[in-house]
Structures are given as C-alpha cells and as structure tokens.
C-alpha cells in the first residue's frame, strides 16, 4: 500500500522505477503492504515471483463514463429505445446516478482502505463532470484513457484512431492535470493498428486483453508494450446487469478467484483484476461487498493493492516478465 | 413510526408540517421511531442530516396495477402472445392474483409492523377492485397517482398528459377519497413536459429519478418540486421477473444496500427505496423475505420508515436539501 | 397422510366424502397427518380453515411428457432448431432421460415419504413408455389429464377441443386403469370453452390458474367446478430450466413460500402447490432437494399432502370454500 | 484413483479388462480407491452395482477446444458480431485463456487430486496449441475425439462425416502419440449415421446422449457400443456461460447431485459426469470450486475417478450393463 502512497510523493517515474528496482532485487520493505498482514523474512524468499515480494497484487478498475454516454447506450432501458429525438429521461437519471453518487462512495471505499486505483476516464464524462474527474485525480488514483467519446474504435482508421486517443488524453489532461498513459477501448474492442496508436502516443500499457492471470509484455514494432489483462469474471457491468447477479454473488466471485489466484501466487506470478463502472459498482450494495471483499483479502499476508500505471512500471524491465507472441501478426 | 401514526390523526398537512419543522429544529422525539431502537440523546446530535433525526429513511412503494393492465402486458407468458381476440387465460389470472392475494398479504405485512407506504394505483385497477384500492387507504398508506391506465406517457402532448393524470387523481379520489400528491410513470417514463403538467395540477413531488440516494429538490418553472427517488435495485419487477432472482437473492440485496446506506447515513442524508408489484412482490416467498429484511432494519437505531408525501413535506423547505439543476433544460 | 393411505382402500368417493365430512365436523385423526407432527387436540380447534384440519395443505405436480414431445419442444437444443427432417439426437435423449430416470427417481422420493402426488399424463407419452404410466398408477398417485398430445389447444373449437382432452384421457386410462378427473392444458393455455368441455366430460377441476393460494369454486354453466391453482413460483421447468435456478435457489423459493403460507395457514385456508417435471424436476440433483424440503416441510404441524383430486372433493362442498365469479363472462 | 495409475503401466487392454473382471468378482482392491476413505469387506458385498465395487463412478470431462474456434464462435463477444474481415482482438484473448492459463490450472488440480480425466480435444486445437495437447496426454489423462475442427457434423454426409472424425483422430495421435476411442460432437449434435462412422473407426464409445445416470451398451449393426451419457447439469458452458451461475451455484449443484446419485449408488448403477471447457472452466473460481467438489465427493467411501475410456471397457461385457433399444432405428 505504501508503494503507492509513496508514489505521490515522488514525481519523478526514473525514482519511481529504481524503487521497484530495489524490491525487485529482494529487499521488499514489509512496510510496503501495510494493509495485509506483514510479510515475514523467511517468506519473502519463497515470494520471489513479484518483484516487490507480493503473492497476489490485485488492481481495481474503477469506470468513470457517465455523462458521456451515446443515446441508446446500455441501460436498463435501452431494451425498449425511444425515438430518436425523445429524451429517456429515467436512462439519463440512471447514468447520472455515477456522478452523483458511484463515483464518490468508491472514493471513500478506497479512500478508506488506503488503496490507489485505476480510473478509466472517458473524455467527454470529465468534459460533463469535471469536478468528478478532478476528485478522482485528488485522491491518489490513477487517471487512464478510455476514449474521447464512448464510441466504437474498431472500425477507425489509423488517423482517426490516434486523434480519437489523442483528444481523449489531451482533454482530460487539461482537466485534471493527469495524463493517461494506459489505454481501455470501449467494449474492450480495440482494432488491429490500436497497440500502433498506443505506442506512437507514448502509452506504456493497454487492458483490452483476458489470455492471462498476469501482466506481460507484447512486442509492438519490436519495442516492449505492456499488457495489464483485464477481467470480465470480476466485473459489474458483465455479472451485475449482464448476468443478473445478486450482490452475494459478485462477492462469492470474488473471494473463490482470490481464493484460487493467493494459493497460486506462492509459486507463480499471479495478478487479479477488478472492474466497477460509476453506475453499477457505485451502488451501495456493490460497495458494500466489495469492501467486504477487500477487508477478506487484506486477511492475508502479502496482498498488494496497485494501480496499473504502478504494476506496468514494475514489469515491464523485470526479466520475470513473460513476453507473449501472441498478436505478432498485427504488431509488426 | 409514531409519524406515520401520528399522520393518522392529524387531518391538516399544515399541522404535520410543523410538526415536520419541529423535528427539524432538533428536537426529535424519540417516540417517532418507535419501531427502531431508541434514538439516545447523545446520538441524536450527530444524525442532523434529515430533520427527523433518523439515521436512514426507508420508504416502501406499493404498486397496484392489477386489473389495468393491457393486453399482452408483461407476464410470464408475454414471450409468446396469443392473436389480439384470444383472451390470455391464464396470464390474466396471473395478474388476478395481486387483488385477490398480494395486496392483501403486504397490507397485513405493512400493518404487522407498523409501516406506512406508498401505493402507486393506476386508475383502472380501482376502478375495477375499488375494494382493493379502498383496502389500501383504509390501512393509512399514502395513495400516489400512477395514471389513469397502464399506458405510455412519453409520447403525450401537454393536453393528452395533463387528461391522462388528472383523469388517474380524479378517479382515485373518487374511489377512496384521496387524492394523490406524487407520481410515478408507467416505467418510469415521463416526457419533458410530465414536471410541467405535475406542477399545473398541485402534485408536491415525483418519483422517476434514478439519480441519487436521498430526495432532492428540482425547479419546474423557477418552483421547487421534489423529487424521491425511485429503485431499480431494490425492485421486485425487475430483479423477481426481470433478473430472475430467488427470495434469498432479494433479501441479500436488500440487506447489502441497507448495510451500506445506514452506514453512510451517520454522516450525510441517506434514504432506501424497496418496490413491491401487487403480483409479484405480493407472493408468499417475497412477502416472507421483505418481513425477515423489516426486522433487519428495525434492529438497528434510529432507522424510520416513512410514506414518501411524508418526506417531501419534510425535505421540500429544508436548507439542507440539495437543489439539483441536471433537467434544468427541460423545466423551464 | 394416512388420508391418502385411506382413499386408497376406498373404492366410493361417497365414503370419501363423508370422511372428510367427520373430518371437516372437527374431529381430524390425528393419524391422518402421519408425516408431520401430531395435531394437539387444543389445536385442532384453532385450525378450522380446511375440513381436514390442516394448517398447510401440499400437493405435489409430477408431470409426464416425455416421449409425447413434437419436433422442437423446448429444450437446452431448441434456441438453435436443426431442419424439421433431421432427427435432434441429443435433444431427444434429454427428453428420455425423464422416463428413464426422472419418474423413477421421483416415484421413490414419493415412497420414502408416504407421499401420493398429482401427475400429469401426456396421451402420447403413456403411449410410448407405458409402463411408466403403469408405475405411476400402481404407486398410487392420481393421473390426471394433459391432453392427447402436447399441443396448444387455445385455438381449437369446441368439438376439436372435446376429442382432444377426451382421447387423452381414454388413452391413458387403457394403459393405467385410471380415468384422469382434473386437467392441465400444455402451457396452461386453455381457452375460452376448455371449462365446458371439462364440465362435459365430467370433469371435477382444473389447475391452470394462478389467482389464488387456496382452492376455489368457479360456476360453469351455473355448476361447481373446481379450480386447484397452479404455480409458477414453485415450479421446475419455470425457475430451473427457465429461470436458471441451481438447485439450492429452488429450495430457498420453497422454504421462504413454505413458512409464509404455513404462517397465513392459522387464520385462513392456505395450500402450496409444487410442480415438477420428468426431465428436469426428476434430475438427481433438484429431487435432492425437494427431498430436503418435505423433510422441513414435515417437521411442522398439520402440513398434510394431498392428491388434487383429493382436495378438489375435500372442498367442493364445503361451505367455507370460496366461489369466484372472475371468469362468469366465459362460463354462462 | 490406484486403478488409473495401474492403467498407465498396463498396455494390453486384455489385462485390463482380466483386471476388472477380477475386480467384478468381488475382490476389489481397496488401494484402487486410495483418494477417498476405504472399502470395508462388508461393504463391498452391498456394493456391486459396479464391477469395481464403487458406489458412485464419477468423470471429468475437460474440452480442450481454443484454438479451434471459428469466427463468431460463442464467447462473451459474439452477441455483438464484428464484421467478417475485422478480427475480435478481445474475443480471440478470451479464447486464448484456455491455452495459456485454463488447462494448465485443471491439470495441477487433477495431478493434486490423483485423478484421470478425459479430454476431448479438437484437432485444431492441439495443432495451434501442441505443448498443451502433450501436457494433457503426458498427465495420464484420456484423448479423446472431438473432430478435425469445431463445425457442425450433423449435416454430414456419411464419407464427409467419416473423413471429418478419421482426421481429428490422426492428427491428435500425431501430436500426442495417443488415439481416440470415444466420442463428443460439437454441441452434441451428432447425425443419425455418427455411431456407424464410429464403429467402423474402432472406437469404443460415445457421449453424446443425455438419458440416464450410467453408462449403457446400444447396438449399432448388431454390435455393442458403449453410450457414457454426458450432462449438461453439471457443465461450465451451460451453467457459468449460459445459465450466468457465480461458482457458489456451481458448487452447490455439484453437491446436490453428488449428495443424490451417491445415495441411490447404494442400490443401483450410477455414475455423475461433470464437464468443464478450457477458457470457462479453467478460470480461478470454477477451480477453486471444483477443488472443493472434490474434496467433499472424497469425504465419501467408495467413490472413484475414472476415465470414460476406463469405463466403457470396464462396462461393455459386464452382464449388469443396461443394453438400451432407443435409437435402433438409426443404429440398423
């Protein structure tokens, strides 16, 4: 936990990485996990799997999109659409539920916890809602990109792709100070130039990926490009309104995932993701058990809560690191 | 509780406003939550956030509707529709079922507790079980206009929506001698104009608004007009049909979002919305759940369970009501 | 229990009535419920509300179908339906699993418990797998009408309304011995003039509708016939195969209906109607545990089950059954 | 569990089968059920309803498909479909899991478990993914066939049908060294000549029948071929995909069946197949969850686990084994 306190402190990302330098080469200061249980010398051996010491880092994605959502967008309304010119006004009560409400209960969850996220910001959500995005920002968490608008970006061209990112990180930058340097495409739906865009834009990691319970390294134009995989077991939208599922549910989820992904860890590198949408995971049953969630995991010892801009820089040079060849094809 | 008691006897809305502003001067009387543990002194100082003193408002909707609805509506035999001539046997006394057992089932639930609610009646189900509708008032539950039928509202003109509302009050009032103050639209979809109409024909509030967790203030015209807002999340029509959720899931709900929102409630204005459909909420299983969630509830200190005219008379002048400009556009 | 023990060495339904007669006179035996705890005789006095004495009455629905399926009947294969020449192999081993393993399995539940159901019998199911529909007779359970075959029979005129219920029910009672008196249209869509047909064939009741948790009379043609209501809330093919329920949701449906229901059960005339078919209700992990239902259901006081033929003459005549006059339009 | 082991040492399916005959004979070895509590002498002479003396035979069955699936196959992507040129980054990752994380998770738990499974493999998985299809055979486990590609086969002609299945099986032996002897259609759907196909390929067996609790011998051309009926209940595809159960769900239908067919297993044949699909499966809650089916089916005497292989030999000469006429009018 205190990784990420630290962070703030420190401005420089050359500091930041020769930080994880020093834990990677063994020396992880148990004060650094504050928030579960201390990690004992003799275990520490046994936990070299991640180069800070942890047996499990979990990451939350917290989704900040409201207010820029398209007409239509999904919604417990928008199996029966109004015409086109009609307002759907419960719809847009519903959405605006994230900016009035789920955005602020989970910055006191984590805030709370001590725990740092990631925050997927959509461009015209912090245009809307800019005292959103600036409290996001206050708290510590990570701002990421996610698009200009709430569109497809599949079906872009190159260009229409780069300005597509371009304005998304340039428009919430000047919003909130904080600049994205990982990238979520709506639906998860990048396209084959997107990893291009990414890279000529200097991103450092995108999530639009599921192959793997760990972070690794694709090969962009041969140059190293960090995949934080992302989940859709531990997500709202896909289990809360796509699955139906109660909020006993979601935490069962989660705790038989943890319970798995922490036995692995001890001789594996493993990495657990969780995603919450200002909407749906803000709604305080969500909330309630995630916390209780997080209040289960912190039970164990050496459980790191990171931000994916956090866990890029820590992998991305460690030679731990898988590089997967996977989508070679499209990266050349 | 005692409120709602209190209610009973009183006949003019003026003395319950004092009353209201009484409470709201810091003097709540321990006795208006009898059905919760006792408020201690030392304790009441701290829940100022609503002007009763309680910690958390729960308010309960009631909708009775059986009897309005069209053909074809929503049932669990509306996926496969009989030709337009052909009576739904069957589905038709699937909805029977809420005026011949539901209601009366929550009434008795309601008055095991000490509970007052909202009921949304749709002028036709009155029209045809006015025993029913005369059931409901008889119990001390608030009477709240849910149109004259079971019909959309959106694509209304001014003209046909002021007829269509007025027709549900007048009718209603004729039926049971009240007439209703607040409104709720048939899934909620009111058009632009609905707050407009409400306002022309002296309702104090509505309920088709997903936004927020506490009632708030809109301006219709420049004039205050509340807004309480409803649940999707705590709904028996969408979670039971909809979701597909069995009692114990509705009750894992219910609980979660209580746990969470009484635990805000110590230090800002919280208040939980459950909705129960005449048919489907009214089934032994849910009404079985909804009395274990009641319990729940009352064990807990200073939780009050109010009618929503109640809470907006309360929260309608009270300076700590948020005003929120989000539909400005439309109201003007 | 032992009520239906009884009825079994009783041929006359005459000497069936005058039992429940002495029954309904406040002298329940107390061996009849053999199965739940034994009635106090102080209060038997409070439990007035059936003849019988019962607190609960229980009937089970067994349907069996299979084998009389057309091309395409629901199935976990029909969403993707194959060319109407091409045989559904692994469709139609789902649907022999209920006569090879579901009503066995069933039939034994039954046994264990002393248990007599209703069960529902597909002409053309008992045609293809008599000796099913043997053993169900020969354990003593009612057969009950489904129709010849399973088929809509809303749209069908009097006279091919007629033929149908009545070859079915000639059909099955060429194989079992036993003429069925209570009907079950497919899908519970009967139409308009199935009350008459019945009432022509000499009928005593029918189970498809949903208005009530208690047995009622409705007048057809100025006569009595009896309406057993069905359900949709405690029922296998609605909540397992459509609802998507796991087993242990299908027993927390049940429970929470059960202690609602056996509560009401001391002031008025309660009944909790299940329904289980072949290939779904019959699978190993759902009669578990319905198993482990009866077993809570047991250990209350004066739950009694009961066939619906059973009920059906138990209250025809009974001066405390209700008459419902919801659907006079259709049955003068 | 010691009977798989000495499986891997034996060759000759002739000493195998000497073995279990000698087992039918009533002398099981107590050590061939090391992994759950022992046979007592006693016991053994209740249970010989199996020719080795279990109570209840239960098999895992784990798809290893990814690799193989066409475009637009079923994944949390496809309700969406992209174009047909435009890969499906996000879908393809999905897929990917199975390979990289989800059969690899399965194998350490059977290993742990000392458990044989059987895995149906396409052959265009173990192309694309060899070092999986090794890893699987190198476990000890079963290869079975599961076609050439994932592509309907019911619309097969006879020779295509043949070429389809003769060169799934060739080039799996290829990349593992071992054949396939039963058989899994996609989807089950196999055509009304698929078991003709199968015999004149040698194999022994097939799966792809849903309509009792243990395996069965059906004739094709006069001559025994063994059925080893699959499930559907208790399967990761249907239930966490398709049904949307949390692992709790799965769980609790694992045991409520186990609990079930265990207790029948002590009068009758019976045997529970559980199935789980590389990319579903394989996921860190479903194996938390299957970890503890297991442990729980442990806890109980007289349970083993077994390949279908192993069963189908074990099976077909056994006099107490069910010969099923249902499909002879395809199997002539």
Same mark, same amino acid.
């Given at each position: 936990?205190?990784?990420?306190? $630290?962070?703030?402190?420190?401005?420089?990302?050359?500091? =930041?990485?020769?930080?994880?330098?020093?834990?990677?080469?063994?020396?992880?200061?148990?004060?650094?996990?504050?928030?579960?249980?201390?990690?004992?010398?003799?275990? #520490?051996?046994?936990?070299?799997?991640?180069?800070?010491?942890?047996?499990?880092? @979990?990451?939350?994605?917290?989704?900040?999109?409201?207010? +820029?959502?398209?007409?239509?967008?999904? #919604?417990?309304?928008?199996?029966?659409?109004?015409?086109?010119? $009609?307002?759907?006004?419960?719809?847009? %009560?519903?959405?605006?539920?994230?900016?009035?409400?789920?955005?602020?209960?989970?910055?006191?969850?984590?805030?709370?916890?001590?725990?740092?996220?990631?925050?997927?910001?959509?461009?015209?959500?912090?245009?809307?809602?800019?005292?959103? /995005?600036? /409290?996001?920002?206050? +708290? +510590?968490?990570?701002?990421?990109?996610?698009?200009?608008?709430? %569109?497809?970006?599949?079906?872009?061209?190159?260009?229409?792709?780069?300005?597509?990112?371009?304005?998304? @990180?340039?428009? &919430?930058?000047?919003?909130?100070?904080?600049?994205?340097?990982?990238?979520? /495409?709506?639906?998860?739906?990048?396209?084959?130039? $997107?990893?291009?865009?990414?890279?000529?834009?200097?991103?450092?990691?995108?999530? !639009? *990926? =599921? %192959?793997?319970?760990?972070?690794?390294?694709? =090969?962009?134009?041969?140059?190293?490009?960090?995949?934080?995989?992302?989940?859709?077991?531990?997500? !709202?939208?896909?289990?809360?309104?796509?699955?139906?599922?109660?909020? *006993?549910?979601?935490?069962?989820?989660?705790?038989?995932?943890?319970?798995?992904?922490?036995?692995?860890?001890? %001789?594996?590198?493993?990495?657990? #993701?969780?995603?919450?949408?200002?909407?749906?995971?803000? /709604?305080?049953?969500?909330?309630?058990?995630?916390?209780?969630?997080?209040?289960?995991?912190?039970?164990?010892? *050496?459980? &790191?809560?990171?931000?994916?801009?956090?866990?890029?820089?820590?992998?991305?040079? *460690?030679?731990?690191?898988?590089?997967?060849?996977?989508?070679?094809?499209?990266?050349?």
């Amino acid at each position: 936990m205190n990784i990420i306190k $630290t962070n703030k402190k420190l401005k420089s990302i050359g500091v =930041l990485l020769s930080m994880f330098g020093i834990v990677a080469c063994g020396q992880p200061e148990s004060s650094k996990m504050a928030n579960t249980k201390k990690l004992e010398p003799q275990q #520490s051996k046994k936990n070299r799997h991640w180069p800070n010491g942890a047996q499990l880092v @979990i990451s939350f994605s917290m989704q900040f999109e409201t207010g +820029g959502q398209p007409d239509g967008a999904e #919604s417990p309304f928008s199996g029966k659409p109004l015409p086109k010119e $009609t307002p759907d006004m419960p719809a847009n %009560s519903w959405f605006r539920y994230g900016a009035k409400e789920g955005i602020y209960r989970m910055l006191k969850l984590w805030e709370k916890h001590g725990i740092h996220v990631t925050s997927h910001v959509v461009g015209e959500a912090a245009i809307k809602y800019p005292e959103v /995005a600036k /409290a996001i920002a206050r +708290g +510590g968490h990570e701002i990421e990109a996610h698009g200009i608008s709430w %569109s497809d970006q599949w079906n872009m061209t190159y260009e229409e792709e780069y300005e597509f990112i371009k304005k998304g @990180i340039d428009t &919430v930058e000047a919003i909130t100070g904080k600049r994205g340097r990982g990238y979520n /495409a709506n639906w998860l739906r990048r396209g084959p130039n $997107t990893l291009k865009v990414l890279q000529d834009l200097n991103f450092l990691y995108h999530i !639009d *990926d =599921l %192959s793997r319970d760990e972070p690794f390294v694709t =090969l962009v134009r041969g140059e190293k490009f960090v995949v934080i995989p992302y989940t859709l077991r531990n997500n !709202d939208i896909v289990n809360i309104e796509g699955k139906n599922w109660s909020p *006993d549910q979601f935490l069962a989820q989660l705790k038989a995932e943890f319970d798995q992904l922490y036995l692995e860890g001890a %001789s594996q590198r493993r990495m657990m #993701s969780v995603s919450l949408h200002d909407r749906i995971g803000g /709604a305080p049953g969500i909330v309630k058990v995630v916390d209780q969630f997080i209040e289960y995991a912190k039970s164990h010892q *050496d459980v &790191v809560f990171m931000r994916k801009d956090e866990i890029a820089e820590m992998v991305i040079d *460690d030679p731990n690191t898988l590089i997967d060849p996977s989508e070679m094809e499209y990266n050349k």
